[in-house]
């Protein structure tokens, strides 16, 4: 089954920083759209940020802008999020998720992507 994979989690105090990774591997992934979602318990999933199949032109949340990096390795088999200046309200689960198919451009719906992963905690201490 084709499944992308999420690693990189865990806790962290307020102000540091983690890097996640989503090891999506073959031309299932290397030709879409990635995304990260997250999702904080009793709140709906939302989305986090967004890279084209080429690398360009990145999408984030205004709540991230600033803090978080999304980047894809050039063999396009990983994906990427760096996230700087963490603050108790990133504490959630972040999935990374596959664009349904290559002629979608609304990166932020959810319903857009079909592959999900399991997801990779991430706590923010105070």
């Known amino acids: 089954q084709v499944q992308p994979v999420e690693s990189g989690g865990g806790l962290v105090q307020i102000g540091g920083s983690l890097r996640l990774s989503c090891a999506a591997s073959?031309?299932?992934?290397?030709?879409?759209?990635m995304a990260w979602f997250r999702q904080a318990p009793g709140k709906p999933r939302e989305f986090v940020a967004a890279?084209?199949?080429?690398?360009?032109?990145?999408d984030y949340a205004n709540s991230v802008k600033g803090r978080f990096t999304i980047s894809r390795d050039s063999a396009k088999t990983t994906v990427y999020l760096q996230m700087d200046t963490l603050n108790p309200e990133d504490t959630a689960v972040y999935y990374c998720?596959?664009?349904?198919?290559?002629?979608?451009?609304?990166?932020?719906?959810?319903?857009?992507?079909?592959?999900w992963g399991q997801g990779t905690q991430v706590t923010v201490s105070s």
């Open positions: 073959g031309r299932a992934f290397s030709s879409y759209a």
């Open positions: 998720a596959r664009v349904r198919n290559r002629f979608i451009s609304d990166y932020r719906r959810a319903e857009n992507y079909d592959y």
């Open positions: 890279i084209s199949w080429t690398g360009v032109s990145p």
